[in-house]
Structure formats: structure tokens, C-alpha cells
């Protein structure tokens, strides 16, 4: 197999390299080059996860315990103990073999390939025949840590029994559902979130189960919540002042999507599309869902601090909420207003607000709010990949449907303009929003 030398020096976290490589036969694939600080160990793996395409490079890097649970546990500790995490599913990747470590998923191997540095500390790769590489870029990867979490208050009032952590009981999943949307503090709810999505993710969590959610999230007495119609303008970011009210915007706006997605784990357990129950691929991608949105909070507090301020300075409104109550009884209404129609308008105006604080010279704002753009189109990609689902499963048209919830469910028309591009990474096609973009 033929070297290739790169005008690159390995990278050093939290920087790393997306290369391109085009095959014999033409098909490109993207990988990603990336090295583990300690021990140092250099490796070149494909970028995106193969088992359901979630962004592999961006995942974590990690080193295996030395306590050998299983076969695949054992072959990846042979082959230098190094693999990357998922951000996606948490499903771990060998950096050297590419197998993963989910025994029950047999197949989803990522593509490695073989990286070295010559003398010179430039990169070397070695490719199959044929093969030859398209285009390297550099990028950086936010660290875990940088996502300040805010301290613990005290738990209000004893309740009755619920879900803790490390109460040393198997709760099932709606429970925790249930527990989070009723825990009023943030910080408290944040761990909460991050807590239940590992236990799901290390396969502590088995049964579903069932219960009855909140009509609506507990939220903490502290915080002035007004009527939607009564919120100030935020401005356009040009001041600290608009700056800081944008975050905290959105801050309550991540706390609200927190509840969402347990909301509707929760809320629709039991439904079924033509008598099949919702699988458990359902309930883990909307743990993802919640993961991110925690982490996301955890971001706008981190910045909404540094600028010297705090979350609960400015009033808050429940407007996403009343979506979720229009919805509370259809399932796929829910998954078409809530994730389909309001966080696609979130693409829609994300890249401007990026741009004002761009403009601002609020560069740490701006990588915060760049990853969680990204988030949000993996977020509406759920929401459709389900509406999807249960509409091929009952023999629905996907389009007509989707129109006639919306104009059910939801005030007046889609305003335009849209963010086509994005729009459709995450699964929505113009067929789905355009015809409901003027009035009827």
C-alpha cells in the first residue's frame, strides 16, 4: 500500500485533523486524526459513527479500564486499550481496529487507517492502492470540562419516594423521566439529566415503565415568569446588555427543551404504530436529545457568568410549553410541532444570532453557540426520523400529515426566511414546511 505524506504535524488536543480520502473507485470518505495526550498514541479513524451517524469526531478519548469484562473489552485493551466514544449513543470505537465494544451490534465497525509521523513530524498515512487524499482540515473539539456546571443548591421540601442518584435502586426510565421533570432546581436538574443518560448509555436503566408527567415542569420560585407577549426585546447584540439577554434567552429556552425530551419519553411510553411499541432506539435518542440540551444550558450559564451575570437576572416565559400542552394527547403532533416546527425555526435564526455576537467580538460565546447549532440539527433529525417512523408504520403519508397537525396545532404559518441547507441535513425537505409557509 502506497504512503502518503502530509504537509501536517500531529495534531495535539483539543486540535484535530478531518481528511478526506477518495478511493479507487471514487467514493470519499472522512476521517478524522486526532492523538491521545497520554500515553501518547496517534490514530486515524472514520469520522462518522457507523452506527448511526452521529459526529465520531468530536467524540471523546478514552483509555480502557483495565478490568476485562468481555471479548470485545479484551481484544480492544490488546490493541492499545484507546478508543473514541460517541457522542451520539456513547458507543465506543478501537482506534486501532475500529470494532466496537457493543457485543449486541455486531457490524458497526469504523474504518481505520494506519497514520505514523516520519522524521520530519510530518504525518504519514498509510492508504490502500489507488487511493488518494482530497482535503485536511483543522479543527478543535470542546473539551467536556469547559461546559461549567453550576453549584448545587438545596433540595427543596422531601417528597415522596422518587429516583436519586446513588440510591442504589434500578429505577425504570419513565420515573426518571418523571423525576426530572419535577426537580425545580437547574443545577440539580442538569446532574439529574447527565446521570440518567449514563446509567441508560452503561445499560443500568432496563425497563420502561410507566407514569404520569407533570402538566407542566416544576420551575424554581425564585424566577420572575411573565406571559410570553410581556418579554422584553433582546436587541441584536451589539451591547453587553443584549448579549446578556440573548443568553439568558436561550438558557431558559434549553431548560425548557430539557423537559421536552423527557416529556415525551414520559408522556407517550405507551403509544404503538400499528400495535409495534416504541423501540428503545426511540427512548435513547431522545436521552441524547436531553444530554445535549443539559449540556447546552450548561454552556449558556458558563458564559451568562463570565459576562457577570446569572441565570434568573431576567424574567422567564413558558411559550415552548404551551406547544407541549396543545400536543399532550397526540404523539405525533407533538414530534411535529415541538421538534419538527419549533426547533427547526431554531436553524432558521441560530446562524444570525452567531453572526451579531461575531460581530460583538464575543468569540467564546460564538464557539458555544456554534456547537449547539449543530446539536439542534441532530435534534430536528430525531424528531423527523420518528414522525417518519410511525407514519410508515400505520401507512400514513408523511407530508399530508405533517401539514394537517401543524395547521391543527400550531398558530399561524412558518415564516421564511428558511435555512434550506440545514433544514435538510436534518431530514426536512422543502415538501414538509414550504406549503405551510403562507396563509391558507
Given at each position: 500500500?502506497?504512503?502518503?505524506?502530509?504537509?501536517?504535524?500531529?495534531?495535539?488536543?483539543?486540535?484535530?485533523?478531518?481528511?478526506?480520502?477518495?478511493?479507487?473507485?471514487?467514493?470519499?470518505?472522512?476521517?478524522?486524526?486526532?492523538?491521545?495526550?497520554?500515553?501518547?498514541?496517534?490514530?486515524?479513524?472514520?469520522?462518522?459513527?457507523?452506527?448511526?451517524?452521529?459526529?465520531?469526531?468530536?467524540?471523546?478519548?478514552?483509555?480502557?479500564?483495565?478490568?476485562?469484562?468481555?471479548?470485545?473489552?479484551?481484544?480492544?485493551?490488546?490493541?492499545?486499550?484507546?478508543?473514541?466514544?460517541?457522542?451520539?449513543?456513547?458507543?465506543?470505537?478501537?482506534?486501532?481496529?475500529?470494532?466496537?465494544?457493543?457485543?449486541?451490534?455486531?457490524?458497526?465497525?469504523?474504518?481505520?487507517?494506519?497514520?505514523?509521523?516520519?522524521?520530519?513530524?510530518?504525518?504519514?498515512?498509510?492508504?490502500?492502492?489507488?487511493?488518494?487524499?482530497?482535503?485536511?482540515?483543522?479543527?478543535?473539539?470542546?473539551?467536556?470540562?469547559?461546559?461549567?456546571?453550576?453549584?448545587?443548591?438545596?433540595?427543596?421540601?422531601?417528597?415522596?419516594?422518587?429516583?436519586?442518584?446513588?440510591?442504589?435502586?434500578?429505577?425504570?426510565?419513565?420515573?426518571?423521566?418523571?423525576?426530572?421533570?419535577?426537580?425545580?432546581?437547574?443545577?440539580?436538574?442538569?446532574?439529574?439529566?447527565?446521570?440518567?443518560?449514563?446509567?441508560?448509555?452503561?445499560?443500568?436503566?432496563?425497563?420502561?415503565?410507566?407514569?404520569?408527567?407533570?402538566?407542566?415542569?416544576?420551575?424554581?420560585?425564585?424566577l420572575d415568569k411573565i406571559e410570553p407577549s410581556k418579554g422584553r426585546k433582546l436587541g441584536k447584540g451589539g451591547s453587553l446588555a443584549s448579549r446578556i439577554a440573548i443568553l439568558h434567552s436561550l438558557a431558559s429556552i434549553e431548560?425548557?427543551?430539557?423537559?421536552?425530551?423527557?416529556?415525551?419519553?414520559?408522556?407517550?411510553?405507551?403509544?404503538?404504530?400499528?400495535?409495534?411499541?416504541?423501540?428503545?432506539?426511540?427512548?435513547?435518542?431522545?436521552?441524547?436529545?436531553?444530554?445535549?440540551?443539559?449540556?447546552?444550558?450548561?454552556?449558556?450559564?458558563?458564559?451568562?457568568?463570565?459576562?457577570?451575570?446569572?441565570?434568573?437576572?431576567?424574567?422567564?416565559?413558558?411559550?415552548?410549553?404551551?406547544?407541549?400542552?396543545?400536543?399532550?394527547?397526540?404523539?405525533?403532533?407533538?414530534?411535529?410541532?415541538?421538534?419538527?416546527?419549533?426547533?427547526?425555526?431554531?436553524?432558521?435564526?441560530?446562524?444570525?444570532?452567531?453572526?451579531?455576537?461575531?460581530?460583538?467580538?464575543?468569540?467564546?460565546?460564538?464557539?458555544?453557540?456554534?456547537?449547539?447549532?449543530?446539536?439542534?440539527?441532530?435534534?430536528?433529525?430525531?424528531?423527523?426520523?420518528?414522525?417518519?417512523?410511525?407514519?410508515?408504520?400505520?401507512?400514513?403519508?408523511?407530508?399530508?400529515?405533517?401539514?394537517?397537525?401543524?395547521?391543527?396545532?400550531?398558530?399561524?404559518?412558518?415564516?421564511?426566511?428558511?435555512?434550506?441547507?440545514?433544514?435538510?441535513?436534518?431530514?426536512?425537505d422543502v415538501q414538509y414546511y414550504m406549503p405551510l409557509s403562507t396563509p391558507m
Open positions: 500500500m502506497p504512503f502518503v505524506k502530509l504537509d501536517w504535524q500531529a495534531p495535539q488536543e483539543p486540535q484535530r485533523l478531518k481528511v478526506v480520502i477518495s478511493s479507487a473507485d471514487g467514493a470519499q470518505t472522512e476521517y478524522v486524526i486526532a492523538q491521545r495526550r497520554e500515553p501518547p498514541l496517534l490514530f486515524c479513524i472514520e469520522s462518522v459513527c457507523p452506527h448511526s451517524g452521529g459526529p465520531l469526531s468530536k467524540g471523546a478519548i478514552e483509555t480502557m479500564p483495565q478490568e476485562i469484562e468481555d471479548i470485545e473489552d479484551a481484544h480492544t485493551l490488546a490493541n492499545g486499550g484507546c478508543f473514541v466514544v460517541c457522542p451520539w449513543h456513547s458507543f465506543r470505537f478501537s482506534v486501532q481496529t475500529g470494532l466496537s465494544d457493543h457485543s449486541d451490534e455486531v457490524g458497526h465497525a469504523a474504518k481505520v487507517v494506519p497514520v505514523s509521523c516520519n522524521e520530519a513530524g510530518n504525518l504519514v498515512l498509510d492508504l490502500p492502492e489507488g487511493s488518494v487524499v482530497v482535503s485536511v482540515e483543522a479543527f478543535s473539539v470542546i473539551p467536556k470540562k469547559s461546559a461549567v456546571e453550576p453549584a448545587l443548591q438545596p433540595v427543596p421540601t422531601a417528597v415522596e419516594s422518587r429516583p436519586e442518584i446513588d440510591d442504589g435502586r434500578t429505577w425504570p426510565l419513565v420515573d426518571w423521566c418523571i423525576r426530572v421533570l419535577n426537580e425545580p432546581n437547574p443545577s440539580l436538574k442538569i446532574k439529574l439529566t447527565f446521570h440518567v443518560f449514563q446509567l441508560w448509555n452503561d445499560g443500568g436503566i432496563s425497563e420502561i415503565g410507566t407514569g404520569t408527567p407533570p402538566h407542566e415542569p416544576v420551575r424554581d420560585e425564585s431548560q425548557w427543551a430539557i423537559d421536552l425530551a423527557f416529556d415525551v419519553m414520559a408522556r407517550y411510553a405507551g403509544v404503538t404504530a400499528a400495535e409495534k411499541p416504541l423501540p428503545r432506539e426511540f427512548f435513547s435518542d431522545f436521552l441524547k436529545v436531553a444530554n445535549d440540551e443539559a449540556k447546552h444550558y450548561s454552556y449558556l450559564i458558563a458564559r451568562l457568568e463570565a459576562l457577570g451575570s446569572h441565570f434568573g437576572a431576567l424574567p422567564i416565559h413558558a411559550g415552548l410549553w404551551e406547544s407541549a400542552e396543545q400536543t399532550s394527547n397526540n404523539f405525533l403532533a407533538r414530534l411535529a410541532v415541538v421538534h419538527m416546527v419549533h426547533e427547526a425555526r431554531g436553524l432558521d435564526v441560530n446562524p444570525q444570532t452567531i453572526s451579531r455576537f461575531e460581530r460583538a467580538g464575543d468569540t467564546d460565546s460564538v464557539v458555544y453557540l456554534t456547537e449547539i447549532h449543530l446539536d439542534e440539527v441532530t435534534h430536528v433529525a430525531t424528531g423527523q426520523k420518528w414522525f417518519t417512523w410511525v407514519c410508515e408504520q400505520e401507512g400514513r403519508e408523511k407530508y399530508s400529515t405533517f401539514h394537517s397537525l401543524v395547521r391543527e396545532n400550531f398558530k399561524g404559518y412558518l415564516k421564511p426566511p428558511f435555512n434550506e441547507q440545514d433544514r435538510a441535513r436534518a431530514g426536512l
